[in-house]
């Protein structure tokens, strides 16, 4: 209450100082910034915030802003999410061979690589004569397949031998059913590709063994070794 009744005081005696000069006939007048220091005594920082909303000039926000010297923006677009790891191959004997197999799978390892061992010994290969690509099942279609299709691009086998639905489906692109593909030859980027059974399934049902092996009898003439 004394500060409000100190302020109207001083505000009525400044209106009559002012009245009092222009009836004197004076109309304008010179003056000097008082010091920093002065006008921080002189005014709370509540009566400079209501001084700045009658004035409607300068948002509180932006006032800030320039008082502290920073910039509005709009905010940063969030860094985009690191794209996903390629898919991972497995290479295994000669690699450039001119006969490649390729299967999902662990390659060698396991009852359905040590039986494709024995696949390629009945073919009178040896193992390291030989090359294998393998990798494992149910990636993502598109990315594997285009892996695939560079890798075996650079290895450029005569022969490729495609081993399970998932292995012909990728590398021919084709999707259908490996029973009507296999046991012909398919010329793909000057190679040529014969689709058959995974060995997984050879040990499923070891009655379809006679179907690879017609299969890749077929391998053998084609490479000269019939």
């Not at 000069?21 to 709370?44: C, I, K, M, N, Q």
């Not at 006969?99 to 040590?114: C, K, Q, R, T, W």
């Not at 010329?187 to 009655?207: F, I, K, N, R, W």
């Amino acid at each position: 209450m004394a500060e409000m009744e100190e302020r109207e005081l001083l505000l009525r005696s400044l209106k009559g100082y002012l009245t009092g000069l222009a009836e004197s006939g004076v109309d304008e007048l010179l003056f000097e910034a008082a010091p920093l220091e002065e006008l921080t005594a002189a005014s709370s920082g509540a009566d400079i915030v209501a001084a700045t909303a009658t004035a409607g000039d300068i948002p509180l926000a932006a006032a800030e802003g320039a008082g502290t010297g920073a910039a509005t923006s709009e905010p940063s677009p969030a860094a985009p999410a690191s794209a996903a790891a390629e898919p991972s191959l497995r290479q295994e004997g000669q690699p450039g061979s001119g006969l490649l197999f390729l299967m999902s799978g662990e390659g060698f390892a396991g009852a359905p690589g040590g039986l494709l061992a024995k696949i390629i010994a009945g073919m009178k290969f040896k193992r390291d004569e030989v090359c294998l690509v393998s990798f494992e099942a149910g990636q993502d279609q598109d990315a594997m397949a285009r892996v695939l299709s560079a890798k075996i691009a650079e290895l450029a086998p005569q022969v490729v031998v495609s081993l399970g639905e998932e292995a012909t489906s990728l590398f021919l692109n084709d999707r259908t059913p490996l029973v009507r593909l296999r046991g012909r030859f398919r010329e793909l980027q000057g190679m040529a590709v014969m689709p058959t059974l995974h060995p997984e399934a050879l040990l499923a049902d070891e009655g379809l063994k006679r179907h690879v092996w017609e299969d890749m009898k077929l391998v053998m003439r084609r490479l000269g070794r019939g």
